[in-house]
């Protein structure tokens, strides 16, 4: 539960604050996690914007909140909610497409390039 809690604060912080800031002839532009996909957006990159958004953001918030609602109940030894089998089938499922690291990994490698 602390985990999952504590993962939702720094997936809030990630969104909010820029990860990626370059800076070239004294001008400068930061970019956020949202950003990335809007930007792939407005340079006609359509499907590759979905896949950002729902890889890095969607998914990733939906696995935490998903965790949160299983083990919420469980904190105070109360019985499951009602669709509890649902959402931890879903969630055993979706969790292999949860791919924020393998961006930042991606991210990390291309600056090292540049």
Known sequence: MAFAI?????????HVFPFLTFEAQGQSLQMSLLQSAWILMVYDQALLALSVLLFIVIIPVSICLNLVYLLFPMLFLRALPPAATFFSRWLF?????SMAEVFLAGVLVSLTKI
């Open 6 to 14: 504590s993962a939702l604060i720094f997936i809030i912080v990630a």
């Open 93 to 97: 499922r979706i969790k292999a497409w």
